[in-house]
């Protein structure tokens, strides 16, 4: 958890299932640097037109959609299609309208930049 931003984590919710999907709680990291906080979260077998994040009254949502593949005959089945939902509330400080997402191999990396106003800054002193 990131304490000086107050980005907080929303508990891990327990393993949902239904009759054909499984719902679950992406693993994630949060980091933070002098510019943005990172989130980055682990949804495999996710693409990116399956994934949905959102903003709202300071709440940051993903979800996703996993969906397995139904060539041929099934044989086995051990690959479950599921549903991937976390929620983060975000901490003030954050500039939303500027929020970035990448996701690559499985693994979705959110951009968060700090607003200029709570970046530290150098004051520059002049001589008098």
Request: with cysteine; glycine share 4%.
């Amino acid at each position: 958890m990131a304490r000086e931003t107050g980005l907080v984590k929303n508990e891990p919710q327990p393993l949902v299932q239904s009759e054909n999907r499984v719902t679950m709680t992406p693993a994630c990291d949060i980091y933070e640097n002098k510019d943005e906080v990172l989130l980055v979260a682990d949804l495999p077998g996710v693409a990116s037109n399956a994934l949905k994040i959102n903003v709202e009254n300071d709440e940051l949502t993903l979800e996703a959609r996993r969906d397995v593949p139904c060539e041929g005959s099934l044989l086995a089945s051990e690959f479950k299609a599921c549903d991937y939902r976390r929620s983060f509330v975000v901490p003030s400080g954050i500039d939303t309208s500027k929020i970035e997402a990448e996701l690559k191999a499985g693994v979705l990396t959110l951009h968060l930049p700090k607003s200029a106003d709570v970046k530290p800054r150098e004051i520059t002193v002049r001589a008098g």
